[in-house]
Nanobody, 115 residues
Framework: QVQLVESGGGLVQAGGSLRLSCEAS????????MGWYRQTPGKQRELVAV???????NYVDSVKGRFTIYRDNAKDIVYLQMNDLKPEDTAVYYC?????????WGKGTLVTVSS
């Protein structure tokens, strides 16, 4: 079992920055991938960014150039640095981890961007 605990959400003005953290209960070396998803009411959860075990990263087009996902393997934490935030980035952000055939989720952290 893998526990994921997110932190770092909050209220920020448009153009501002936030950094989300996701601390895993296991070594990040043991995970195939970790990612950040987001969800707004009435919409499906969407993948925002993912970092794979080899360090390869992928982003949804709407955040490319503004968000960066990276990890600190020594601390078993994955971060999502979010810059130039826009009101449409407002959502609950969830951390996700994949290990072998299983997937794990955190409880989410709310990001609100005011215009």
């Amino acid at each position: 079992q893998v526990q994921l605990v997110e932190s770092g959400g909050g209220l920020v003005q448009a153009g501002g920055s936030l950094r989300l953290s996701c601390e895993a209960s296991v070594s990040t070396f043991s995970l195939n991938a970790m990612g950040w998803y987001r969800q707004t009411p009435g919409k499906q959860r969407e993948l925002v960014a993912v970092i794979k075990s080899g360090g390869i990263t992928n982003y949804v087009d709407s955040v490319k150039g503004r968000f960066t996902i990276y990890r600190d393997n020594a601390k078993d934490i994955v971060y999502l640095q979010m810059n130039d935030l826009k009101p449409e980035d407002t959502a609950v952000y969830y951390c996700n981890a994949a290990r072998q055939w299983s997937e794990y989720w955190g409880k989410g952290t709310l990001v609100t961007v005011s215009s």
